[in-house]
C-alpha cells in the first residue's frame, strides 16, 4: 500500500507577490512542461452546438477566482521518471464587475474557498484587452502569463477548454468571435502543444472514468501494470514556510465494510445531491469497487470462452461489461470480444440533453473541505500526465503525437483540435500580442 503524498502548495497572494514573483518565474522558465488549473463561477449551458458562445459569455461576465501552476521539472541526474515539482496557488480579484452565482458561493464556501481572504488579498487583475501599462513589464498577472507564454512548455490541462477561454479572456485578449479564431491563436500561442489529461485518460488510459481525482488516484496507485512516477519537492524554511499550505492525499485504502457508492458521482465524479447524497462519494472506494469489478469481468470473460471451446451456450447476461455500474460502460474499454449489440451500447451519447458547461471536474463535493483548490488540482493534473507519458515500450512512444492539441469535449467521440486551418486567421488582438511577446519572431 502507497504512504499518503504530502503535496506543499505556495499560497500566493497580493501582498507576497512581488517577493515571490523571481522564484515563480525561474520554476516556468525551467520546467519540462506546465499544469495549470483555474476556480470560476458555475454557468450552465443548454446547448453543445452553442458550446463555445457560451463558454465566451462565461468567461467575459464571469472571473478566474483562483489559479493553479504547477511546474514539472524532469531530473535526469535521479530515477527514471523523477520530476521536481513547484506548485503554486494564486488568489485573484478581478477588479471589474463579475457575475458569481449564489449556488456557486455556496459551492465554494463549502468546500473551503476564503471570500473574505480573495477581497481582503486577491490579486487584482483586469480582463480583456490591455487596457494601460504593459503586459511585458512590472509585476503583475498578465505580465506572469506572459512570462508563461515566452517560456514555449508544453501546456497541460484537465478538461481543458474551459480553463483556456479564461486564462485568454482574463489575462491575454478579447475572446474572438469564431472558434476557429481561438484555436489558431492558441495554436500559436503555445508552439510546445497542449495536452488535455481528461482526453488522455479516455481515450489513451482508458479508465473506468476520467474525472480528476479518481484519474489522479488512479494512476498514484498503479501498482504494477506501469512505472511509478516519483515527485520531489523543494524544502521550504523559515520565513518561506509561512507561505505554505501542506496538501495531504491520503492512500487508498481497503473498504472496511459494504458501502453502497453513489453510482452517478461514481462515473462522472459529481453529485447533483452534493454533500446531502447518501450514497458513499468515497474516490477511494469506488477505485476499489471498479477493480473488483475488473476481476469479475475477467472470470466472466474465461468462462465465455471456456463454453465456446466447449460447444455450450452463453449465458444471455454474460457480457463483459457486467459487475460495473450501467453509467460506466460507456467509459470502459471495448473488447475485441464483444458483441455488436455490447458495442452499441458502449457508444450510446451518454450526454443528456441539458448539460452543465462546467463538467464534473469543477464540480467535485467528494473530500475533505478546501482539498480541491487550484494549486493541488494543477498538481494532479501534471501527475496524470506525468504517468502517462511513462514509455514501457516502443508501441507505447507514440500517444504523445496523438493527443496533442486535442482538447476534451464531454459528450462528443471527438476532441476539439487546437490547430490553425487554411480557412481561420489569427484575430488581430493577438497578432498584436504576439508582436509583443516575441518581439517579431514568431
Not at 489522479?216 to 520531489?232: A, D, F, I, N, Q
Not at 499550505?245 to 447533483?272: H, M, N
Not at 467509459?331 to 464483444?338: G, I, T
Request: aromatic fraction near 10%; charged fraction near 25%.
Amino acid at each position: 500500500m502507497e504512504s499518503s503524498l504530502v503535496v506543499p502548495v505556495i499560497d500566493v497572494q497580493n501582498d507576497n507577490f512581488k517577493e515571490l514573483w523571481p522564484a515563480m518565474v525561474v520554476a516556468i522558465k525551467t520546467s519540462s512542461f506546465l499544469a495549470l488549473d483555474t476556480v470560476s463561477g458555475n454557468v450552465s449551458v443548454r446547448s453543445i452546438e452553442d458550446r463555445y458562445k457560451a463558454i465566451c459569455h462565461a468567461a467575459r461576465s464571469r472571473s478566474i477566482l483562483s489559479l493553479g501552476i504547477a511546474c514539472y521539472k524532469k531530473l535526469d541526474n535521479k530515477a527514471a521518471d523523477t520530476y521536481l515539482v513547484q506548485v503554486y496557488n494564486l488568489t485573484l480579484l478581478c477588479s471589474e464587475e463579475y457575475i458569481i452565482e449564489p449556488q456557486s458561493v455556496h459551492f465554494l464556501v463549502q468546500h473551503g474557498f476564503d471570500f473574505n481572504k480573495q477581497y481582503a488579498h486577491g490579486i487584482p487583475y483586469c480582463k480583456g484587452n490591455n487596457k494601460g501599462g504593459s503586459d511585458d513589464q512590472g509585476v503583475h498577472i498578465r505580465a506572469l502569463f506572459t512570462e508563461l507564454l515566452r517560456a514555449r512548455k508544453p501546456l497541460v490541462l484537465h478538461n481543458g477548454l474551459i480553463d483556456m477561454a479564461f486564462l485568454y479572456q482574463s489575462f491575454y485578449a478579447h475572446l474572438p468571435e469564431r472558434l476557429a479564431t481561438f484555436t489558431a491563436d492558441l495554436s500559436e500561442m503555445f508552439p510546445a502543444g497542449i495536452y488535455d489529461t481528461k482526453y488522455v485518460t479516455e481515450f489513451e488510459l482508458r479508465l473506468t472514468a476520467s474525472y480528476l481525482e479518481y484519474a489522479y488516484k488512479k494512476c498514484l496507485t498503479s501498482g504494477g501494470t506501469r512505472p511509478h512516477v516519483h515527485v520531489e519537492f523543494c524544502q521550504y524554511a523559515g520565513h518561506m514556510s509561512t507561505y505554505v499550505d501542506y496538501r495531504v492525499c491520503p492512500a487508498v485504502a481497503s473498504a472496511e465494510a459494504q458501502t453502497v457508492i453513489c453510482p452517478r458521482f461514481s462515473a462522472f465524479g459529481w453529485c447533483s445531491n452534493g454533500t446531502q447524497c447518501p450514497l458513499s462519494h468515497d474516490t477511494d472506494l469506488i477505485i476499489l469497487q471498479d477493480e473488483k469489478g475488473k476481476e469479475d469481468k475477467r472470470k466472466k470473460r474465461k468462462r465465455h470462452r471456456e463454453k465456446r471451446r466447449g460447444g455450450g451456450d452463453v449465458a444471455e447476461d454474460s457480457s463483459i461489461f457486467n459487475g460495473a455500474p450501467e453509467n460506466k460502460i460507456a467509459h470502459m474499454e471495448v473488447d475485441r470480444e464483444e458483441t455488436p449489440d455490447d458495442r452499441q451500447k458502449a457508444t450510446a451519447d451518454p450526454c443528456p440533453e441539458t448539460e452543465p458547461l462546467m463538467d464534473s471536474d469543477r464540480n467535485r463535493d467528494g473530500g475533505e473541505a478546501g482539498t480541491h483548490r487550484a494549486g493541488f488540482d494543477a498538481f494532479m493534473t501534471g501527475y496524470v500526465f506525468a504517468y502517462s507519458s511513462v514509455e514501457e515500450t516502443e508501441a507505447e512512444q507514440s500517444w504523445l503525437s496523438t493527443c496533442l492539441n486535442k482538447v476534451y469535449l464531454s459528450g462528443k467521440a471527438a476532441p476539439l483540435n487546437v490547430v490553425k486551418s487554411t480557412f481561420s486567421k489569427s484575430s488581430k488582438a493577438h497578432m498584436q500580442k504576439m508582436e509583443m511577446v516575441w518581439g517579431g519572431r514568431m
